[in-house]
C-alpha cells in the first residue's frame, strides 16, 4: 500500500471549519510544510489543538496571520505577539490546558478512555464547572477526551505504508496526536520503502496514518537564542 501524497493534495482533503491537531513543541517537531501548504491553500475557520502556536511568523503563526483560524487549544502561548493580539481584540478563541493535562487529554482519545481524574487545575478556572472527586485525600477534576477530524504530525523517517520513527524530542506531541484523529497526515524527513523501517523501532505503525508527505525545506527555527556576551 503506497500512502504516499504531496502536501498540496493532502491539505486541500481538509475542510473549512476542520479541527486538526498539529504536533510540536514550541518549533521543535512541527509539520512545517503541511502547516505552509495548508496556509496557502486558504482552509479557514479552522480549530487547532496543539501545545503552543509557533512563532508569528513560522509555524502556526502563518494561520494565525492570515486569518485563518477562530480557535485554539494550547498549553503554552507566550512566544507568539500576533497570537496575543488577536486574543486581546476578541478575534481568537482560546482553552488553555495545563500541560500534561493536554498531552492526557489527546492519549485518552486515541486509547477510547472516556476520561480521567486529575489534580491539575482544581481550585482554577481549567476546573470550573467539572466533576470532582476527592482520591486520597486530594481533589482531582474529570477531564474528558480530545479528539479531532485531522492531525497533522512530523515524524524523522516513515515508510511508504505509513509506519512512522521519530527522532528524540521531536516526538514530543506527535505521537499520541496520530491515533487521535479521524485522518491523519504525517510529514516525514526520509521516505523509505516497506521494509526498511525495523519493526521494532516503529513508534507509530501505518494502521493510525492515511497519507504520507515527504517534506522538504525544512528551516528548523530556535524560538530563543542565547549566547555568551
Avoid at 479541527?19 to 510540536?24: L, P
Avoid at 494550547?74 to 493580539?85: H, T
Avoid at 480530545?146 to 516513515?158: C, E, H, I, Q, T
Amino acid at each position: 500500500m503506497n500512502k504516499v501524497w504531496d502536501a498540496a493534495n493532502a491539505v486541500a482533503v481538509v475542510p473549512h471549519g476542520a479541527t486538526i491537531m498539529m504536533g510540536g513543541f514550541g518549533l521543535c517537531g512541527i509539520p512545517e510544510n503541511l502547516i505552509r501548504a495548508l496556509s496557502e491553500h486558504g482552509t479557514s475557520n479552522l480549530t487547532l489543538i496543539s501545545n503552543n502556536p509557533g512563532t508569528a511568523d513560522f509555524g502556526i503563526g502563518l494561520l494565525l496571520r492570515r486569518g485563518q483560524v477562530t480557535r485554539m487549544v494550547a498549553s503554552y502561548v507566550g512566544e507568539n505577539k500576533e497570537f496575543e493580539r488577536q486574543l486581546l481584540a476578541g478575534q481568537l478563541a482560546v482553552e488553555l490546558i495545563p500541560q500534561g493535562t493536554l498531552a492526557e487529554r489527546i492519549r485518552a482519545g486515541g486509547a477510547g478512555i472516556g476520561g480521567f481524574f486529575t489534580p491539575s487545575g482544581y481550585g482554577t478556572v481549567a476546573g470550573e464547572g467539572k466533576e470532582v472527586r476527592v482520591i486520597e485525600g486530594r481533589p482531582h477534576i474529570l477531564e474528558r477526551p480530545l479528539v479531532a477530524d485531522f492531525a497533522f504530525v512530523k515524524a524523522w523517517k516513515g515508510d511508504r505504508a505509513g509506519n512512522l520513527v521519530y527522532r528524540r524530542t521531536a516526538r514530543n506531541f506527535n505521537h499520541v496526536m496520530a491515533t487521535a484523529a479521524k485522518v491523519t497526515i504525517a510529514e516525514v524527513e526520509h521516505l523509505v520503502d516497506v521494509g526498511e523501517i525495523d519493526p521494532d523501532h516503529v513508534v507509530t505503525p501505518g494502521i493510525f496514518v492515511r497519507h504520507v508527505v515527504r517534506g522538504d525545506a525544512y528551516e528548523k527555527r530556535i524560538e530563543k537564542r542565547t549566547v555568551r556576551a
